[in-house]
Every structure is written in C-alpha cells, then in structure tokens.
C-alpha cells in the first residue's frame, strides 16, 4: 500500500535528467549571470580588487572582460566535467559542453563580437583551458595565479590571486553539488 505522500517523497528525491542540450543551455545562462556580475562589479562574495572592468582607452578592459568570460566558462566546464565523472558517458559530458560554447559564442555575435572573430577567440579559450587544467591540476594557488597573470595584462598580484581561488571554488563546488543530482539523458 502506497500513500500520496510516500510517492511525492519519492518522486522528489529521484534525481532530474537533462539532456547535453539543456545542460550546455543551462551552464551559458550560469556564464553569463557570473560575467555580468563580475563587469558590474556586484559580486561581492568574492570582489577581485585590482581589476578595472570598465571602458578604457588602451583596450586593457576589454581584455580584462574576454579573459574573465573564458575563466567563468573554464569554471563552469569543470564544475560539469567533476559533477558527472563516472556518472555519464564521455561523449553526453561532451555534447553538453559543447552545446554550452556554442551558446556562449552565439550569445557573443548576437550581441555584437563579429562572428569573424570567433575562431580567434576560441583558441584563446582552447590554449587558457588548457592552461587551466594544468595548473588547478597542481594546485589552487597556481590557478589563481594563472587566471591573474591572463586578467590584469601579464601580472600576478596575489590579492587577485587569491580572490581568483576563491572565485573558482565559488563557482565550481555548488554547481557541481547541483548536477551530482541530474541524470544526464540522450536527447
């Protein structure tokens, strides 16, 4: 004998599914809520002292603004990649990764980059991932270090650093902890 409440119980702590494409949709929109909040500076979590998101004259923020949307999208493959290691085949993590770049990237020229751009800028991201992996491969610090190196223009100041680590920590475990609970599905 089953009660309502027993099945609604049940139905409640079965885990969600998501397809690759609603997955690569989901992280996008989680990109670019972490980006905006960074250029407007209203993250105040984890505040990166000593970066200037604002326009410039020498194009140093426009660079600051493309090296931290490659480090919010770095952060967000990753919290995915953890989330389903071992839990869904490699290629369904792939296809949701890559449906989350090719949003970014569509996002990108809808608002303004030239799609001329695009291949440019994704080998910036392809050479920073990289980058990335490595060194939160090593350690945290030598991630932030990293990330800081590429946003303040070639320096490293351990204040960013330091925000930097937490930022990724931030961004990565919780999301990780959420997609722990999706089932990844075929479409």
Sequence with gaps: MHSTLSDDAREF????????????????RLVWESFSD????????????????????????????????????WAHTRGAQLAFMGRAPDERIKEGLDALHSAVFEDMVQNGTPKAQLPIFEQR???????????????????GKA????????????STSAA???RAVAVANPLRDFLEEVELVEH
């Design 13 to 28: 702590r079965a885990p969600q599914t998501m397809t690759p494409h609603e997955l690569g949709d989901n992280l996008a």
């Design 38 to 73: 960074f250029v407007a500076r209203d993250d105040v979590e984890t505040p990166l002292p000593d970066v200037d998101t604002l326009d410039d004259d020498d194009g140093t923020a426009l660079r600051t603004a493309e090296e931290a949307l490659i480090f919010f999208m």
């Design 125 to 143: 991201v392809s050479a920073r991932y990289a980058e990335y992996h490595q060194a939160s491969a090593e350690s945290d610090d030598k991630l």
């Design 147 to 158: 990330v800081s190196r590429h946003l303040l223009g070639g320096e490293v100041r351990e």
């Design 164 to 166: 930097l680590r937490e």
